[in-house]
């Protein structure tokens, strides 16, 4: 089953506004990831947070983690036509030693220039 | 340093006949991962490798998918009697430590095709 879900599905804004992005899961986590994937390519590493943590910031990207919640969101402050791609959060498990990435659907997002 | 490469880019099979995807990890990765994402979908594990050894397979179809990460050279998935189905993106990631902190580092990935 799909450990994370991102929500919303698609998001259109104008370049310029902000874009925040939701991530939930179901299971405890070590830490919680986000990555971008841009139409027909592989997937570029946004930011790691660790469940320990709270937020990070990293550029025009802020990443807050809720564990009592179970839940994630990413922001992109003024956002760019280049921003326009597919986003994903990935979760790690604290058991094991396997550290695998558990993925979720997917966000599109589409910056209008 | 080169990033992860994966050869073929894209890879066209009929049904039944065998599918090879290929894997470099960045220089100084010893720890390998093969993800499979669908049409609008996120990626899902499929295996986890170390050099010569198979760590997690969980993710693997227990029937015609297998991989590798020989000593020497790439580390491959190898889809045997393809099927339709099959027909998906291959994405392989590489990262230094096995370690729970790591950040995965992902190559290009392999659109395989099955007609």
């Known amino acids: 089953s799909q450990q994370g879900e991102e929500d919303p599905q698609a998001l259109s804004i104008q370049e310029g506004e902000n874009a925040t992005m939701n991530c939930s899961y179901k299971?405890?986590?070590?830490?919680l990831q986000w990555y971008r994937q841009n139409s027909g390519r592989g997937l570029v590493h946004l930011i790691l947070i660790r469940s320990n943590e709270r937020e990070k910031h990293s550029g025009r990207l802020r990443v807050t983690l809720d564990t009592s919640k179970k839940s994630s969101s990413l922001l992109i402050t003024a956002s760019r036509a280049a921003d326009t791609a597919s986003y994903f959060c990935?979760?790690?498990?604290?058991?094991?030693?396997?550290?695998?990435?558990?993925f979720g659907k997917g966000i599109t997002l589409s910056v209008r220039p | 340093n080169a990033g992860v490469m994966q050869n073929p880019r894209h890879l066209v099979r009929r049904r039944g006949q065998e599918a090879r995807l290929r894997c470099s990890p960045m220089k100084g990765h010893s720890h390998v991962y093969w993800y499979r994402q669908l049409p609008e979908e996120g990626l899902k594990f499929m295996v986890y490798l170390q050099k010569e050894n198979i760590i997690d397979e969980s993710g693997m179809p227990k029937e015609r998918f297998s991989a590798e990460f020989p000593k020497e050279g790439p580390s491959i998935l190898r889809i045997q009697q393809v099927v339709r189905g099959d027909s998906a993106a291959y994405f392989c990631a590489s990262s230094p430590l096995g370690l729970v902190y790591n950040e995965q580092f992902f190559g290009p990935g392999t659109r395989l095709t099955v007609l």
């Open positions: 990935a979760t790690v498990s604290p058991t094991g030693a396997n550290s695998k990435l558990t």
């Open positions: 299971t405890s986590i070590n830490n």
